[in-house]
Nanobody
């Protein structure tokens, strides 16, 4: 259906910034249309949680813990989503996952799709 490739994670000091990127591409030449793109994160011993999402129309949603510090954006032409993370805190340390939903075209029909990236580690040090 759709493959996601993430980049931009790494080690940063508290108060620093990182920018995550995620690009979607169709597998087997499938035609696809993406609606919502987002970022989730999972810290050790914790459940995966929503960080931020953005619709194809540009509507955004943020977790309370990142409001005012993180900014999600997307490039519809490139099927890419970005997460600018500023004023990073120790508690932002986690594996960050890209997620998309939408639909793909196959055999004369449209099917719903959801895909996850492989995850990228973000570590904030004191």
């Amino acid at each position: 259906q759709v493959q996601l490739v993430e980049s931009g994670g790494g080690l940063v000091q508290s108060g620093g910034s990182l920018r995550l990127s995620c690009t979607a591409s169709g597998t087997s030449g499938n035609i696809f249309s993406i609606n919502t793109m987002g970022w989730y994160r999972q810290a050790p011993g914790k459940q995966r949680e929503l960080v931020a999402t953005i619709t194809s129309g540009g509507s955004t949603n943020y977790a309370d813990s990142v409001k005012g510090r993180f900014t999600i954006s997307r490039d519809n032409a490139e099927n890419a989503v970005y997460l600018q993370m500023n004023s990073l805190k120790l508690e932002d340390t986690a594996v960050y996952y890209c997620n998309v939903d939408g639909r793909y075209y196959s055999g004369g029909y449209w099917f719903s799709l959801e895909s996850w990236g492989q995850g990228t580690q973000v570590t904030v040090s004191s």
